[in-house]
T-cell receptor, first 114, second 112 residues
């Protein structure tokens, strides 16, 4: 079975641009979470979606938005990119959004903002 | 203020010996704690977890201990193997593992 997939794997953008990152969860998984991992730090929670509804948002500015599609894939959008947005963006999926459910992470999209 | 802290950025251990990775937290509302392992160019992989109602959970060579009064948890790996060399993240959540708070990780190196 395919794991969580993310595209693209790498991306270079300039300040002020917009970026869209994509995530396909494991087949049958209905919950998707997004995390940002800055170099040298741990992943930081951005969003969780379950059944196309936002279930949680971390401490990120409104430049960050996301959505989940009927096939449970998800997009993370970041507007007006800043240098500080350079990071590894991770997507994780689970069957449901249950309290102690195992999360399966994709390999991430590495974003560099110049 | 960082709610989950891993104070040791790195740890080096000889093959066959015990590896002990530590993690401290400040939020008493956390009710579920997890350890993830991460290799370069891969996403974190779930390793082991523990609910706040327990103080120990074991899975093969991996054991996690939780000390709620000290707000401290640790991961023991016995015996350590070279393939265990990776970055280990401690994470905690309140009623939803999909919204976890992570520490900054400890890089474990197991020498043959």
């Amino acid at each position: 079975d395919a794991g969580v997939t993310q595209s693209p794997t790498h991306l270079i953008k300039t300040r002020g641009q917009h970026v869209t990152l994509r995530c396909s969860p494991i087949s049958g998984h209905k919950s998707v979470s997004w995390y940002q991992q800055v170099l040298g730090q741990g992943p930081q929670f951005i969003f969780q979606y379950y059944e196309k509804e936002e279930r949680g948002r971390g401490n990120f500015p409104d430049r960050f938005s996301a959505r989940q599609f009927p096939n449970y894939s998800s997009e993370l959008n970041v507007n007006a990119l800043l240098l500080g947005d350079s990071a590894l963006y991770l997507c994780a999926s689970s069957l449901y959004a249950l309290p102690q459910e195992t999360q399966y992470f994709g390999p991430g999209t590495r974003l560099l903002v110049l | 203020d960082q709610q989950v802290k891993q104070n040791s950025p790195s740890l080096s251990v000889q093959e066959g010996r015990i590896s002990i990775l530590n993690c401290d937290y400040t939020n008493s509302m956390f009710d579920y704690f997890l350890w993830y392992k991460k290799y370069p160019a891969e996403g974190p992989t779930f390793l082991i977890s523990i609910s706040s109602i327990k103080d120990k959970n074991e899975d093969g060579r991996f054991t996690v201990f939780l000390n709620k009064s000290a707000k401290h948890l640790s991961l023991h790996i016995v015996p350590s193997q070279p393939g265990d060399s990776a970055v280990y993240f401690c994470a905690a959540s309140v009623n939803n593992a999909g919204k976890s708070t992570f520490g900054d990780g400890t890089t474990l190196t197991v020498k043959p």
